[in-house]
């Protein structure tokens, strides 16, 4: 499986940024997909995951701001990221899990200048 990332970049605070995510297989073969994001120094943390049945999860930092959507056709998720701040700095990683494996893409930079 390969997932393709991009959409990264600098923005300044209070602006947006729109990620995507294109996977190699139908994504109704996975349990879900989503994102996570690794800050520097710290570690990789979840952002956003949808479930196959569609229920969506936020990490607390990122609720209100970002919305994770799918298009079953493309086979792509996306990441919209509003109201960025400076903390939302990161290398951010799609990622995709079926019953066996985690899949992950190969990340996208944020930065978030004040």
Not at 49 to 78: C, E, H, L, Q, W
């Amino acid at each position: 499986v390969q997932l393709q990332a991009c959409g990264g970049g600098l923005v300044q605070a209070g602006g947006s940024l729109r990620l995507s995510c294109a996977a190699s297989r139908s994504l109704f073969s996975f349990k879900g997909m989503g994102w996570y994001r690794q800050p520097p120094g710290k570690q990789r943390e979840l952002v956003g995951v949808i479930t196959s049945g569609g229920s969506i999860n936020y990490a607390d930092s990122v609720k209100g701001r970002f919305t994770a959507s799918r298009d079953n056709v493309t086979r792509t998720i996306y990441l919209q990221m509003n109201s960025l701040k400076p903390e939302d700095t990161a290398v951010y990683y799609c990622n995709a899990f079926d019953a066996s494996f985690d899949y992950w893409g190969q990340g996208t930079q944020v930065t978030v200048s004040s």
